[in-house]
């Protein structure tokens, strides 16, 4: 359902992405692995519309969306969780909910109870200020902000980067849960566990490049290869 | 030396713009008046001087002009109190120039965009108090200060084209030295930090110390124009060194283009030329000039030497990878 | 003394009034709007244009006024400062300068260029203990009181306040929930400008109003957006009245040097951190930049 067509992608002068093409198909969870500086959010940002490619296609539901606005790749059902963790920090909890359930046209009350169920201690902090909320805390708003109004496709951006174990685990059941759901995903992830249980495929990345990819990942010994990727 | 050396043949080429370039300022005077062609070269020094901090450097300033201003009273005021010998003016006013701008520059170099922009112009309106009100005693405030000039040898500088060439002269020493800097490895440097600050650091520079150099060299080199004002017009008032001035000098790279010098010149000739024709057929030339402000920065941002550019590469304000 | 003080609210106000604006355009786009100080001008001098049209009843001219300056600064944000976001610093400098340029120039061709008085409509102070407070002063002080309270209100409760207070701090994050962020700007920069002709209006009484005005008040604005800190609006309200009494105290003693002893101040804000970091250098103390 997104096809994303050799794309090159330069900030500037300078080229970053090369001739990328990844594909995902209704219902999957693909993964984007690779080296710091590899082009994995650099390919994010772009599918997201933050930035546009000088060459190459990105479809969606059949429409060429590339040069697309992010707010309107948005309004399509593809929504995107940077890496940097910044949630609405002066608002609260509920008021991050709120924006988001207003630019989906979503009923904020059931906004906030799916929020809830995705992570029930949210419950004691909906009055929080975001900015107080600590790292996992945080993803997993973003997370639940991302999903209000049941979009199609999620593109998350290292959700357990900078995370203790044990949040991690967290997020590994959001994910896993949205994965029986479901709901199609793109996610960049360093964090091989993860990966390696919740993977259909994984897309290799270097130097702006596609280096290989894994179709079928729970017939390799996934972790070693990567590992030496890595 | 070696710093800021270049090649020979480099400086061949820069001595051939030399005569070209003075020799189409002589082609001027003969053209149009000699007063205007005068003030045309005076204020295509402190376009050239601009265009070092902020075409190279890339940092906008609304306070230039108070290093033009401090050069012309100093310059007035040594002429008045000290002596009347134009040379000993001038270096005054540039001497007194470099102490400020050392001084204001070590702080001021610290920040930048808007509130760089904006420190300068603080310090400019504090100038600009200072010799209309603050001081007054010594500038004569609103009312301004008139100095004469003595003759040196054979070079009596009441006489006008006496002036003009001296003041030609001084634009070509002024845009010889710039051109040496800018090429050497100093001025890749500058222009390096322009692009990317972090990254120069990490190769180990002290970015600081550059900025510093080049906020300072281009504030003392813009008190010589104020000086050479002070000595031609033997009179000066606060509108020498009024924040308003640094929009007009901002005009001047704009309509030249930034970045490669030879835009400083054409713009300050241009910009002149322009308000000259202008604020005598045109009443309402702030609407026309505005106007042509608002057309310039959203259609020809890169000035005319940036158009000329696609044919000449000379005119390119080069990347910090060539040099 | 105490009259200065009041004085020194009073300016405080107006400041506050137009600087809302300015600081949230910067906030949000990066854009230093100069234009903001034309449509000021424009709206007090429609102001006094449409004061003896109304009988001189000062509310509904001010009504007047705004109305006829919003759709102004609706063009403004259209098709200049729209253009400029995420251009370069420099550019929005020249581009909204050159509209104020011609702005100011406009005015002088309509209205002339002779300063145009107008007259204290309340007219009537209370006194206590001996001094003299101009009830208009009050007034004014307490307007900037309720719109700081109301301003408060809009960006915590309403949702349009909420998506911009979001947007001044993650304007990708608005964007990637579906908002068009955009739109939302044009909104508040038109309030901005109205809320500015608001205040040129209020101090036209206290002040004359000349072509320049413009230029005058944009200069202390700066001011204080910079050292409240540009997109902060209560550090916006508490710079205004600082700078406010600046120029107030200042006039008093030294006046003069009223206008410039605000630049002094900025300039302090703006370096006090290049004071620290330079001592650092001189003396060889703290870490290398």
Same mark, same amino acid.
């Given at each position: 359902?997104?096809?994303?067509?050799?794309?090159?992608?330069?900030?500037?002068?300078?080229?970053?992405?090369?001739?990328?093409?990844?594909?995902?198909?209704?219902?999957?969870?693909?993964?984007?692995?690779?080296?710091?500086?590899?082009?994995?959010?650099?390919?994010?940002?772009?599918?997201?519309?933050?930035?546009?490619?000088?060459?190459?296609?990105?479809?969606?539901?059949?429409?060429?969306?590339?040069?697309?606005?992010?707010?309107?790749?948005?309004?399509?059902?593809?929504?995107?969780?940077?890496?940097?963790?910044?949630?609405?920090?002066?608002?609260?909890?509920?008021?991050?909910?709120?924006?988001?359930?207003?630019?989906?046209?979503?009923?904020?009350?059931?906004?906030?109870?799916?929020?809830?169920?995705?992570?029930?201690?949210?419950?004691?902090?909906?009055?929080?200020?975001?900015?107080?909320?600590?790292?996992?805390?945080?993803?997993?708003?973003?997370?639940?902000?991302?999903?209000?109004?049941?979009?199609?496709?999620?593109?998350?951006?290292?959700?357990?980067?900078?995370?203790?174990?044990?949040?991690?685990?967290?997020?590994?059941?959001?994910?896993?849960?949205?994965?029986?759901?479901?709901?199609?995903?793109?996610?960049?992830?360093?964090?091989?566990?993860?990966?390696?249980? %919740?993977?259909?495929?994984?897309?290799?990345?270097?130097?702006?490049?596609?280096?290989?990819?894994? $179709?079928?990942?729970?017939? !390799? /010994? $996934?972790?070693?290869?990567?590992?030496?990727?890595? | 030396?070696?710093?800021?050396?270049?090649?020979?043949?480099?400086?061949?080429?820069?001595?051939?713009?030399?005569?070209?370039?003075?020799?189409?300022?002589?082609?001027?005077?003969?053209?149009?008046?000699?007063?205007?062609?005068?003030?045309?070269?005076?204020?295509?020094?402190?376009?050239?001087?601009?265009?070092?901090?902020?075409?190279?450097?890339?940092?906008?300033?609304?306070?230039?002009?108070?290093?033009?201003?401090?050069?012309?009273? *100093?310059?007035?005021?040594?002429?008045?109190?000290? &002596?009347?010998?134009?040379?000993?003016?001038?270096?005054?006013?540039?001497?007194?120039?470099?102490?400020?701008?050392? /001084?204001?520059?070590?702080?001021?170099?610290?920040?930048?965009?808007?509130?760089?922009?904006?420190?300068?112009?603080?310090?400019?309106? !504090?100038?600009?108090?200072?010799?209309?009100?603050?001081?007054?005693?010594?500038?004569?405030?609103?009312?301004?200060?008139?100095?004469?000039?003595?003759?040196?040898?054979?070079?009596?500088?009441?006489?006008?084209?006496?002036?003009?060439?001296?003041? %030609?002269?001084?634009?070509?020493?002024?845009?010889?030295?710039?051109?040496?800097?800018?090429?050497?490895?100093?001025?890749?440097?500058?222009?390096?930090?322009?692009?990317?600050?972090?990254r120069v650091q990490f190769l180990g520079y002290d970015t600081f110390r550059y900025q510093w150099l080049t906020f300072v060299l281009s504030s003392t080199l813009a008190a010589l124009p104020g000086a050479l004002y002070a000595i031609f017009y033997g009179f000066v008032a606060p509108t020498v060194i009024i924040p308003f001035g640094n929009i007009e000098v901002i005009f001047a790279i704009l309509i030249g283009g930034a970045g490669n010098l030879y835009g400083a010149l054409?713009?300050? /000739?241009?910009?002149? %030329?322009?308000?000259?024709?202008?604020?005598?057929?045109?009443?309402?030339?702030?609407?026309?000039?505005?106007?042509?402000?608002?057309?310039?920065?959203?259609?020809?941002?890169?000035?005319?030497?940036?158009?000329?550019?696609?044919?000449?590469?000379?005119? #390119?304000?080069?990347?910090?990878?060539?040099? | 003394?105490?009259? *200065?003080?009041?004085?020194?609210?009073? !300016?405080?106000?107006?400041?506050?009034?137009?600087?809302?604006?300015?600081?949230?355009?910067?906030?949000?786009?990066?854009?230093?709007?100069?234009?903001?100080?034309?449509?000021?001008?424009?709206?007090?001098?429609?102001?006094?244009? =449409?004061?003896?049209?109304?009988?001189?009843?000062?509310?509904?001219?001010?009504?007047?006024?705004?109305?006829?300056?919003?759709?102004?600064?609706?063009?403004?944000?259209? =098709?200049?400062?729209?253009?400029?976001?995420?251009?370069?610093?420099?550019?929005?400098?020249?581009?909204?300068?050159?509209?104020?340029?011609?702005?100011?120039?406009?005015?002088?061709?309509?209205?002339?260029?002779?300063?145009?008085?107008?007259?204290?409509?309340?007219?009537?102070?209370?006194?206590?203990?001996?001094?003299?407070?101009?009830?208009?002063?009050?007034?004014?002080?307490?307007?900037?009181?309720?719109?700081?309270?109301?301003?408060?209100?809009?960006?915590?409760?309403?949702?349009?306040?909420?998506?911009?207070?979001?947007?001044?701090?993650?304007?990708?994050?608005?964007?990637?929930?579906?908002?068009?962020?955009?739109?939302?700007? &044009?909104?508040?920069?038109?309030?901005?400008?109205?809320?500015?002709?608001?205040?040129?209006?209020?101090?036209?009484?206290?002040?004359?109003?000349?072509?320049?005005?413009? =230029?005058?008040?944009?200069?202390?604005?700066?001011?204080?957006?910079?050292?409240?800190?540009?997109?902060?609006?209560?550090?916006?309200?508490?710079? $205004?009245?600082?700078?406010?009494?600046?120029?107030?105290?200042?006039? #008093?003693?030294?006046? *003069?040097?009223?206008?410039?002893?605000?630049?002094?101040?900025?300039?302090?804000? %703006?370096?006090?951190?290049?004071?620290?970091?330079?001592?650092?250098?001189?003396?060889?103390?703290?870490?290398?930049?």
């Amino acid at each position: 359902m997104l096809d994303v067509k050799e794309i090159d992608v330069a900030y500037g002068h300078a080229k970053v992405l090369h001739d990328v093409s990844v594909r995902l198909n209704v219902g999957e969870t693909v993964f984007i692995v690779g080296r710091n500086g590899a082009g994995k959010t650099t390919l994010l940002r772009t599918i997201a519309g933050l930035l546009h490619p000088t060459k190459g296609t990105i479809t969606h539901a059949g429409q060429e969306i590339q040069g697309f606005a992010p707010e309107e790749v948005a309004r399509r059902g593809i929504r995107y969780v940077a890496q940097d963790k910044k949630v609405f920090s002066n608002l609260t909890v509920r008021g991050n909910v709120e924006l988001a359930a207003h630019a989906a046209g979503e009923d904020l009350k059931a906004a906030l109870k799916k929020l809830v169920d995705l992570y029930p201690k949210f419950s004691q902090f909906l009055e929080t200020k975001a900015g107080s909320l600590s790292g996992g805390q945080r993803e997993i708003l973003l997370i639940g902000r991302a999903v209000v109004g049941n979009p199609k496709i999620l593109l998350i951006d290292e959700p357990t980067e900078g995370l203790a174990a044990i949040v991690i685990d967290e997020i590994f059941r959001i994910l896993n849960g949205m994965k029986e759901n479901k709901v199609s995903a793109i996610i960049v992830e360093q964090n091989l566990a993860v990966v390696a249980k %919740l993977a259909d495929r994984i897309y290799m990345m270097k130097e702006g490049k596609i280096h290989h990819e894994i $179709a079928n990942p729970r017939e !390799i /010994v $996934a972790t070693a290869e990567l590992e030496e990727f890595l | 030396m070696d710093f800021i050396s270049i090649a020979p043949y480099k400086r061949g080429i820069i001595f051939r713009d030399l005569a070209l370039i003075g020799g189409a300022f002589v082609l001027l005077a003969f053209f149009l008046r000699l007063n205007w062609v005068i003030d045309f070269t005076i204020f295509a020094i402190l376009v050239l001087s601009y265009d070092l901090l902020y075409g190279y450097m890339g940092r906008l300033s609304f306070g230039h002009v108070l290093y033009y201003g401090i050069g012309a009273y *100093t310059a007035s005021l040594f002429l008045v109190h000290v &002596s009347p010998n134009p040379f000993g003016a001038i270096a005054a006013g540039i001497a007194v120039g470099a102490v400020v701008a050392s /001084v204001i520059g070590f702080i001021v170099v610290q920040t930048e965009g808007a509130p760089f922009a904006l420190v300068n112009l603080a310090f400019n309106q !504090i100038g600009y108090w200072l010799a209309a009100s603050g001081l007054q005693q010594i500038t004569r405030g609103e009312d301004g200060l008139p100095s004469s000039v003595a003759a040196v040898g054979f070079l009596d500088f009441n006489d006008k084209p006496t002036v003009f060439v001296f003041a %030609l002269l001084c634009m070509l020493a002024v845009f010889f030295l710039l051109k040496t800097f800018t090429l050497s490895p100093y001025g890749v440097l500058v222009r390096s930090m322009k692009e990317n600050d972090d990254r120069v650091q990490f190769l180990g520079y002290d970015t600081f110390r550059y900025q510093w150099l080049t906020f300072v060299l281009s504030s003392t080199l813009a008190a010589l124009p104020g000086a050479l004002y002070a000595i031609f017009y033997g009179f000066v008032a606060p509108t020498v060194i009024i924040p308003f001035g640094n929009i007009e000098v901002i005009f001047a790279i704009l309509i030249g283009g930034a970045g490669n010098l030879y835009g400083a010149l054409v713009g300050a /000739v241009a910009f002149k %030329l322009i308000s000259n024709i202008l604020a005598t057929t045109i009443t309402r030339w702030e609407m026309f000039l505005g106007a042509l402000l608002l057309v310039l920065v959203f259609k020809f941002r890169r000035g005319l030497t940036g158009y000329v550019a696609d044919f000449l590469p000379r005119f #390119r304000g080069k990347p910090a990878t060539e040099g | 003394m105490i009259e *200065t003080l009041l004085y020194g609210f009073t !300016i405080g106000a107006i400041l506050y009034f137009f600087s809302i604006g300015l600081s949230i355009t910067f906030g949000t786009m990066q854009i230093v709007n100069f234009a903001h100080g034309m449509v000021y001008a424009l709206g007090v001098y429609f102001f006094i244009t =449409f004061l003896p049209f109304v009988g001189r009843i000062f509310p509904l001219a001010l009504v007047l006024a705004i109305l006829l300056s919003l759709p102004i600064a609706y063009v403004i944000e259209r =098709f200049v400062i729209r253009r400029l976001y995420g251009e370069s610093l420099d550019y929005a400098i020249i581009a909204t300068y050159a509209v104020l340029l011609m702005g100011t120039d406009a005015i002088k061709w309509i209205w002339g260029a002779a300063p145009q008085p107008v007259s204290d409509p309340v007219g009537v102070g209370i006194r206590i203990l001996d001094v003299n407070f101009p009830l208009y002063r009050i007034f004014i002080a307490a307007s900037a009181l309720a719109l700081f309270g109301a301003l408060r209100f809009f960006f915590r409760r309403s949702i349009v306040g909420k998506i911009v207070a979001a947007a001044l701090e993650d304007r990708e994050g608005v964007r990637c929930l579906g908002l068009n962020v955009n739109k939302y700007f &044009s909104i508040v920069f038109v309030i901005g400008s109205g809320l500015a002709v608001l205040g040129g209006v209020l101090y036209a009484p206290i002040a004359t109003s000349e072509p320049y005005m413009g =230029f005058h008040i944009l200069l202390v604005a700066f001011a204080v957006v910079i050292v409240g800190g540009m997109g902060n609006l209560t550090g916006t309200f508490i710079s $205004a009245f600082i700078l406010g009494m600046v120029i107030a105290v200042t006039g #008093r003693f030294y006046s *003069t040097a009223a206008d410039t002893m605000v630049f002094v101040v900025m300039a302090l804000v %703006l370096l006090k951190d290049s004071f620290r970091k330079s001592w650092q250098r001189l003396t060889g103390m703290g870490t290398r930049a």
